[in-house]
């Protein structure tokens, strides 16, 4: 029950999403574009999100690609996790997906709802930023294609306006050696305690981490850390632990210290056998 | 209050409804249509006993707007007459109160379609997505597997 | 018929979307209420603002605390909506009225509340402390059941004392003593069908409220003790519930819905929790704290308990003095315990209040004693089970409350027992270390639990007919999901050796037409319904002997009803249809005789008596059914995660009436154990403000989690019961969470004596406490 009223837009190209963004904006209004879905019915139930128009993207055609082209691979934002597992086309990316709330739910979250959303887990972005992959994104001039490093720092950086349509993932990272784990407070499905994705690129390892802190995040020190292959894995692992961005997370999913410890563990169980193998 | 026409195809039936473009598939098909099968447990996404068919996959019609489902087929548990998977919940005493029912059936009923070999693996995967109060689950569990087996003693 | 896996009479309405529960029941015109609910677990209520809301479109009404009676069954300290002061988060301060549930939500959002926030209480030991804040001021002064003994000036509801044997003689003749505290905090049912109710106040009074509620004929007489309405002018309609496991048992929701109708002229309007206020604004499961102590000789018999239980019941008593009463009541376990000393509070905290939950007290308490009963086996260095054994309760022992058993009224726990170790092969292994890192653990515990409700509850049954001479039985107790109205079917097809398809069953309650059934609760259904429904027989076969005595010209002794007819016992070919005297007989010039054919039949409860204030001494139920049962886990040692592989029940069932039936009451009721012990609280923070009340955050046990479960039965009758059996609605719950604690304990090597039992708890325990709490 959203307790409120909007318009709901169903554009079929992105300069009409774009043009419909600013048009109701001019009018005074508040318009979100509108994935799945899942999250702002969500939050406006508990008034913590709204709009007055909505804008779904859902049947704009770039939205909703899914292809190998070029050595590259493309994800159209509104694809539903539950396709791109099906269609698996990044093993790490459905691993990290599969793990998302349940599986109904998925056959409606996408994967631009999951990565720009409001609830700070945003567990899909893990392996784009493990893959350095790109994002197209659209606004009021046009298309424009950024590294994801430039534009997701702990969340998606979008201007006003602007949504995202598109990431591109070089090809020659989706059939990286890789590992994911995810760890709950308890059972199997819901929101992480910790989780921690990881690919093997040229001997390094690359690492992202979500549920640690209020945000996911690759952190570069983090990773040198990790990558001193002179030191012990374990000796590795505690010095990573000293270089987390901060906050770390403290709350009902558990205290730091036990989220720490769960790290560690996690940290341990993907890394050995992804260094070895 | 902003209200709109919406055509909605429910159970092979056409139906065009004046509902708030805000208004969940839920709370229109309940509401408006009096299809009150699927059941509003959390209005949140989690608890699946809203699970509808829309496009032969299962949503959770409280997070899906009305609108949005527009033109798509939408299947409900008033939709479902006489399949295996109920007569399989009703010989395995796989419910009690009966409140999840219509949401896990719409959903089992989903799995062995789509997936006739269903691992255990695959069962969880997709059963996980609903919360059933009353059973231990291993009801549940034995009717999807009956149907499973089934299908298998008739290929 | 006894025995027979028979489906239930609503199966197929279930499994196509038919069968309606309360809030199917849409109706144009019907106003909707949202209600407005306090983000404070303590403050007092300087100003509530409801001009702005007021002026939304379609809002029909505000309604607030004023000037309303204050509410409670056995101690009236609630408000029905908060007046003065708030004493949970979540407790509903207004309710607004609208024509459209959005338009109520709008208006909702716009009303304004000051608060001062008081200091809050978040714990019993905490609410007893000196100098803790007083959650109810005017204790002294509320109007009180009479076995209701607040103790004005504290935050105590309710003190139960048990009072058994000499306490000295107990610790002077135990060689070793234990004692070891546990605790829990309050947590939910989460029924999948959230709670609602609508009311409609017609011109000449009658109050029609329909209510998804385990107790519709206690609606009814509150809501006319209450209000000082005539009862008789309150009908209460309860169609099929969608789960309730006690949490529907209290009357809240029914109350605003009349209030609400009430100022809108009588208008029905409809009362519907989200599902956030549906965990914490409705009564809760409570929560405990509790400390015990047990004395045994050396060879393992216990001598004396020493019982301290303080239950978390919240910021209103309700129903939680009964609940804290039930669990003194059979305080010890199911254990020969000569003597005994037991308090058992209802402690009120800054919490939402408790309600009943499956098995009302008793997996509550079972974790506390069980957990105890373990830790001395190891002490004594004594097989767990057959510690267990040595002391079960058997006949000729007395209860806490000095009720002397015997093999009617309390089963066989030794056999439970003995049939459980072979089971679960507890002899083989009960805890083996399958890699460095991995072990396997079995828990045992054993469980026993009478009904105690009020000394005169009653249940009624109606039998009508129908032309072809099938029956339809009208009985008060409410489809909650347990069946028993299948089961009774199934009695009352074996007492008329009738097809059951010729049993047509009235699901739903309408207390102006149902005959009273006290509260669907308690695993009574079965009991008293059943009783009632065989005395319906009863009466039905001696009118339908009475006819057909007149048209085949025999005595009525002569006569036996059975296969639709009523035939000659030594000559079964001389007969007469059933229904052809159903609605009277006819001859065939046109004379008829006898009439339309109604059996009636009631039960009421014997014997029963209420606790003695100063000893606990009195008979509280009537009769007990004693479990066993073990978990086994799949413990990680270093990560501190587990799997439950198995689970297991074994339980004196009296006599199985429907075997699917049992089983699923017995594996669900474990189900819910298990989930409540390893991942279901209520978190709070340090205000006591609740930070999970979502299915989101609040996770039950979900598919692919579960154990695999093995139920057996014992089958000892209970003499008085229909067909000797006894209730089993509960039983499975009782001891799973201690079962489950008690694996643990041994996988982790350490005590676990805290609730839920998630990971981070056992690391907590076993790493130590330097890391603070979650």
């Known amino acids: ?277 | 209050m902003i209200k709109c026409e919406i055509l909605l195809t429910v159970n092979e039936e056409s139906h065009s409804i004046i509902a708030r473009q805000a208004d969940t598939l839920l709370f229109v098909l309940r509401n408006q249509l009096g299809l009150t099968g699927a059941k509003p447990g959390c209005l949140n996404g989690d608890c699946g006993a809203c699970t509808v068919l829309v496009d032969k996959t299962p949503i959770k019609s409280c997070m899906m707007l009305a609108i949005e489902a527009a033109e798509k087929p939408i299947t409900t548990i008033e939709g479902l007459c006489d399949t295996p998977i109920q007569r399989a919940f009703i010989e395995q005493f796989a419910f009690q109160c009966g409140y999840c029912t219509p949401g896990f059936l719409i959903n089992a009923y989903a799995l062995t379609k789509q997936h006739p070999d269903a691992d255990d693996e695959t069962i969880q995967e997709w059963l996980e997505s609903n919360i059933c109060r009353c059973t231990s689950y291993q009801e549940i569990e034995q009717a999807v597997k009956s149907v499973l087996a089934k299908k298998h003693e008739n290929d | 018929m006894i025995g027979k896996s028979v489906i239930r009479k609503e199966a197929w309405d279930k499994v196509t979307g038919r069968a309606k529960y309360t809030h199917d029941y849409f109706e144009v015109g019907m106003l909707h209420a949202k209600l407005v609910t306090s983000p404070y677990a303590h403050a007092r209520i300087r100003e509530i603002h409801t001009e702005k809301a007021g002026s939304v479109p379609g809002v029909r009404a505000i309604v607030t605390g004023e000037g309303l009676p204050l509410t409670g069954e056995d101690l009236r300290d609630r408000p029905p909506i908060a007046f003065d002061k708030v004493r949970y988060h979540g407790e509903v301060v207004a309710v607004v009225v609208a024509d459209t549930l959005v338009q109520a939500e709008k208006a909702a959002n716009l009303i304004h509340v000051a608060y001062e926030p008081l200091p809050s209480v978040g714990s019993p030991r905490e609410a007893l402390q000196e100098g803790a804040p007083l959650i109810h001021e005017n204790l002294a002064n509320y109007q009180k059941g009479k076995y209701s003994y607040p103790e004005p000036g504290t935050n105590i509801a309710h003190r139960t004392k048990i009072r058994k044997g000499n306490m000295e003689k107990g610790w002077a003749e135990s060689d070793v003593v234990i004692e070891a505290s546990f605790a829990f905090a309050p947590s939910d049912h989460a029924a999948l069908e959230i709670r609602c109710a609508t009311a409609e106040i017609r011109q000449d009074g009658t109050i029609v409220i329909i209510a998804s509620s385990q107790a519709p004929f206690m609606i009814k007489r509150l809501i006319g003790e209450y209000f000082g309405e005539d009862v008789g002018k309150v009908i209460v309609h309860t169609p099929l519930v969608g789960g309730a496991y006690g949490g529907k048992a209290p009357v809240q929701l029914e109350l605003l819905a009349y209030l609400a109708s009430k100022a809108v002229g009588g208008r029905k309007v409809s009362v519907w929790n989200t599902r956030e206020q549906d965990m914490i604004t409705s009564p809760v499961h409570i929560g405990m704290e509790a400390t015990v102590k047990i004395g045994c000789t050396a060879d393992g018999y216990i001598k004396a308990a020493e019982i301290l239980f303080l239950f978390d019941g919240g910021a209103y008593s309700d129903k939680a003095i009964d609940v804290t009463r039930a669990a003194a009541v059979d305080c010890t376990g199911p254990y020969h315990i000569e003597n005994v000393w037991c308090d058992s509070l209802c402690v009120y905290t800054n919490h939402p209040y408790a309600s009943p939950f499956r098995s009302f007290g008793h997996c509550e308490q079972a974790f506390a004693i069980e957990r105890t009963i373990d830790l001395l086996a190891e002490k004594l260095n004594i097989d767990k089970l057959e510690l267990r054994m040595k002391n079960a309760i058997r006949p000729g022992h007395t209860t806490p409350t000095q009720v002397v058993l015997n093999r009617s009224n309390v089963g066989n726990l030794p056999a439970c027992i003995a049939r459980l170790r072979e089971l679960i092969q507890w002899d083989e292994w009960q805890r083996i270390e399958i890699n460095s890192r991995t072990v396997r653990a079995k828990g045992v515990s054993c469980g026993w639990k009478t009904s105690t409700i009020d000394t005169d509850a009653s249940s009624g049954a109606i039998l009508t007919f129908n032309p072809d001479g099938s029956v339809n039985l009208i009985s008060g107790v409410v489809e909650i999901g347990t069946g028993t109205k299948t089961v009774l079917a199934q009695i009352l097809s074996e007492k008329l050796k009738m097809d059951i398809d010729d049993i047509h069953v009235k699901m739903d309650i309408d207390t102006q037409t149902t005959p009273e059934h006290w509260k669907t609760v308690s695993s009574r259904g079965t009991f008293m319904a059943g009783r009632a429904v065989l005395s319906a027989a009863d009466d039905a076969i001696r009118q339908l002997k009475a006819i057909a005595a007149c048209v085949l010209r025999a005595s009525a002794e002569d006569l036996e009803v059975g296969y639709g007819k009523v035939f000659l016992r030594d000559d079964p070919s001389i007969y007469v249809p059933i229904k052809d005297i159903v609605y009277g007989y006819k001859y065939p010039n046109g004379n008829a005789i006898g009439g339309q054919l109604i059996g009636r039949g009631h039960y009421i409860l014997r014997h029963l008596t209420p606790l003695d204030k100063e000893t606990g001494a009195g008979k509280p139920g009537p009769e007990w059914t004693v479990c066993a049962h073990a978990v086994e886990i799949e413990f990680d040692k270093r990560d501190y995660t587990y799997q439950i592989i198995k689970a297991a029940s074994v339980i004196d069932i009296g006599k199985v009436l429907n075997r699917r039936a049992a089983l699923g009451q017995v594996m669900g009721a474990m189900s819910m154990g298990l989930s409540f012990a390893s991942r279901e609280t209520f978190l709070f923070d340090r205000y006591e403000r609740i930070l999970n009340a979502q299915l989101r955050t609040y996770r039950p046990i979900r598919f692919g989690e579960h154990p695999e479960y093995m139920v057996e039965f014992i089958e000892t009758p209970q003499i008085d019961a229909p067909y000797g059996a006894r209730g089993v609605g509960e039983h499975g719950l009782i001891g799973m969470p201690a079962a489950l604690a008690n694996a643990l304990s041994v996988a982790a090597e350490v005590p676990l004596n805290e609730l839920p039992l998630f990971p981070e708890l056992i690391w907590r325990t076993k790493e130590g406490k330097q890391y603070g709490s979650i």
């Open chain 1, 1 to 277: 029950m959203v307790p409120f009223d909007f318009t709901y837009h169903r554009p079929s190209s992105i300069e009409e999403a774009v043009r419909l963004f600013e048009r109701l904006h001019k009018q005074g209004k508040t318009p979100l574009y509108y994935g799945g879905g899942t999250e702002i019915i969500t939050l406006s139930r508990l008034n913590l999100a709204f709009a007055d128009a909505v804008i779904d993207i859902k049947h704009i055609p770039e939205c909703c690609v899914l292809r190998i082209e070029q050595n590259e691979l493309t994800l159209g934002a509104a694809l539903s996790l539950t396709s791109i597992e099906e269609a698996n086309p990044f093993p790490l990316l459905t691993k990290t997906a599969s793990e998302v709330a349940d599986r109904t739910a998925r056959n409606q979250i996408t994967l631009g709802g999951n990565v720009c959303g409001q609830i700070f887990y945003r567990e899909t972005v893990l392996p784009l930023l493990l893959a350095d992959c790109h994002v197209v994104i659209a606004g009021k001039d046009g298309l424009k294609q950024r590294s994801i490093h430039e534009v997701f720092q702990q969340r998606m950086r979008l201007e006003h306006g602007e949504f995202l349509v598109q990431v591109k993932i070089d090809l020659s990272y989706v059939s990286l050696p890789h590992a994911h784990t995810k760890r709950r407070k308890q059972g199997k499905v819901g929101y992480p305690l910790v989780t921690v994705a990881a690919i093997k690129k040229d001997e390094r390892l690359h690492v992202a981490f979500s549920g640690v802190c209020p945000f996911p995040f690759r952190s570069k020190t983090v990773e040198e850390q990790l990558n001193a292959r002179h030191l012990p894995i374990e000796t590795r692992i505690s010095r990573a632990l000293q270089y987390l961005p901060k906050p770390i997370l403290n709350d009902t999913e558990g205290s730091v210290e036990y989220r720490l410890f769960v790290l560690m563990n996690a940290l341990s169980d993907i890394l050995i056998p992804l260094e070895e193998g």
